[in-house]
C-alpha cells in the first residue's frame, strides 16, 4: 500500500479508457492529437481502468510505452484477458493467466495497479472451482506485486463463503454502483476497488454534487480502514479491519461522457 495523507491510504479516482469521441474538445482540448490524450488524460487524473485488456493482448512495448506517457504517482488497473474468466472450468484457466499475466504488463512497474478479472453475468458462484481460480492469481509478475480484483455479476456470489475465500486469498471483491449487477462493499482485500456506474451525462460531474459528497465520505472512509454503513454486504456479520487502505474508484458506464468531470470533482473532495 502506498501511504497518503493522515495516515489514509492513497486515493485514487479515474474513469475507463482514454479514448472515447464525445470527450474531444469537452474534456481534452480542441484539436488535441489523439497520441497526445493518454499523456494529457493522466494528468488530470490519478488512475485509469483500461477496457482493451480484456478483448486484446497487447504486447510489452505497448505497456512501456503507457507508463512514459503517464507522471509518475499515476496508476493504471487493466481488465484482465476475458479468456481466463469465461470459461466453464475456472480452475482450468490457468494458462490463460500466465500467457494475459507475462504478455508485457510488468512493464507499468509503479504504475501497474490491480489485475481486474471479470466475471460473466452468467457465471454462478462454485466455491471449490473458484477457490481452485483463485489459487492460480500469483502474488508478482517478472518481480512486480500484483494486485487482484474480483468483478463477479451473478447474484449467487452474494453470500459469506465468497466473501471469505476473497479474503482468504487477499483480492478485493469488485464494488459495483450498479443497477443491475451485485452490489457488494465488504473490504476482503488491502486495497478498496469500486466502479461508479450510475451517473447521467445531464449531471456536469457525472452524479450530483450530493452524491459525489456522499462517495467523498465513503472512499475516505475506507482508506481509513472502516467501511460505510450505508452501502449493502454479503457477509453484513464481518467488518473491515481498521488498517488503512489505497482506494481505485472508477467513473464508468452510465454517464460516461461526464465521467473524468466526476472523477475530478471527486479528487478534490478527498484533497481538500
Known amino acids: 500500500m502506498q501511504s497518503g495523507k493522515d495516515g489514509l491510504g492513497r486515493i485514487r479516482t479515474g474513469m475507463g479508457g482514454w479514448t472515447f469521441e ?3 474538445g469537452t474534456f481534452y482540448p480542441d484539436r488535441l492529437a489523439k497520441a497526445k490524450q493518454l499523456h494529457y488524460a493522466a ?13 486484446s493482448t497487447f504486447k ?5 510505452k503507457w ?7 499515476f496508476v493504471f488497473s487493466l481488465k484482465a484477458i476475458r479468456f481466463s474468466t469465461n470459461r466453464k472450468v475456472l480452475a482450468e484457466a490457468g494458462e490463460s493467466v500466465q500467457r494475459f499475466l507475462g504478455s508485457g504488463v510488468s512493464e507499468l ?11 460473466a453475468p452468467t457465471k454462478k458462484f462454485d466455491p471449490q472451482d473458484f477457490e481452485g481460480f483463485l489459487k492460480l492469481l500469483p502474488a508478482k509478475q517478472d518481480g512486480v506485486p ?12 452474494i453470500v459469506p463463503e465468497f466473501v471469505a475465500l476473497a479474503r482468504k486469498y ?18 476482503t482485500g488491502d486495497f478498496v476497488y469500486a466502479r461508479l456506474q450510475r451517473g447521467s451525462d445531464d449531471n456536469e460531474n457525472c452524479y450530483t454534487e450530493n452524491e459525489l459528497d456522499g462517495w467523498a465520505q465513503r472512499v475516505k472512509l475506507w482508506a481509513e480502514g472502516g467501511q460505510p454503513d450505508d452501502l449493502p454486504y454479503a457477509d453484513p456479520g ?8 489505497d482506494v481505485f474508484a472508477y467513473f464508468i458506464t452510465e454517464g460516461k461522457v461526464r465521467a473524468p468531470f466526476g472523477a475530478m470533482a471527486l479528487q478534490r473532495r478527498v484533497d481538500g
Open 22 to 24: 464525445p470527450w474531444e
Open 109 to 119: 512497474g509503479e504504475k501497474l495497479g490491480p489485475i481486474v478479472w471479470q466475471f
Open 43 to 55: 494528468g488530470q487524473v490519478r488512475t485509469i481502468e483500461v477496457n482493451g485488456t480484456y478483448y
Open 146 to 157: 500484483l494486485r487482484h480484483a474480483l468483478e463477479v455479476r451473478h447474484d449467487s456470489f
Open 170 to 187: 487477499g483480492a478485493a471483491i469488485v464494488y459495483a454502483h450498479h443497477e443491475k449487477y451485485p452490489e457488494m462493499a465488504d473490504v
Open 67 to 73: 507508463a512514459a506517457d503517464a507522471p509518475d504517482g
Open 60 to 64: 510489452p512495448p505497448t505497456f512501456a
Open 238 to 245: 464481518t467488518k473491515a479491519d481498521g488498517k488503512a487502505r
